[in-house]
């Protein structure tokens, strides 16, 4: 018990001694939620090509500080892995959007608005698909977005979301248009341990000699 603790603790004190931007590569790539719209129904599938084929998908919890507001991500478990993605030209009908809502999800799965994954530092964290009492429907802008999933404990993690063709300027449903159901899967999985560990002082190290 002692020598847990003793762990934890040097873990964090590594992260607050160098606010850093949230991991991404340890996850094997990109995994994308693929949308489509033929005029009068969306589609929409986890990317069967992809590398990391099956689900669930690993949240690691790397006992980081984070910057900013990327800072709601301390201490949890989490990835970016998925990603919404267009499969394909999408022309909307005009007035029209593409929304996508949680429907349900595993008790303690929270998420934060991302982007792309290379533009770490325009993501805003802020919560979405009703995480913090957001609105548990979010309008997709159409291009890839990796939003942030976290949580707080290990185990499983599961959601569904529907997309749908929402109204541009009040977000409601066009009910004229088919929607599609999709569930994402994660599983919270203990710290790398260690080597991670030895790698983060040696990242500091290195950017102290600088
Ligand atoms: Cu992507």
Redesign the pocket.
Known sequence: MTKTLATVSMIAAAGAASAQLPQFMWDGG?K?VLITFDGSSIGVEVDPNSPQLELPLEMRNFGGSYQGNASVLDGKYYSSQF?F?ADGFITLPAGAAISIELLSATQGLEAYEGG??MMLANHTYAPMFGTNGSDTAWEWGGT?H?PWFAASELGDYSAEFEIFVSDAVTGERLTAFASDTVTLEWRAVPAPGTAALLGLGGLVATRRRR
């Open positions: 990109m994308h990603g993605l792309l994954r890839m990796h």
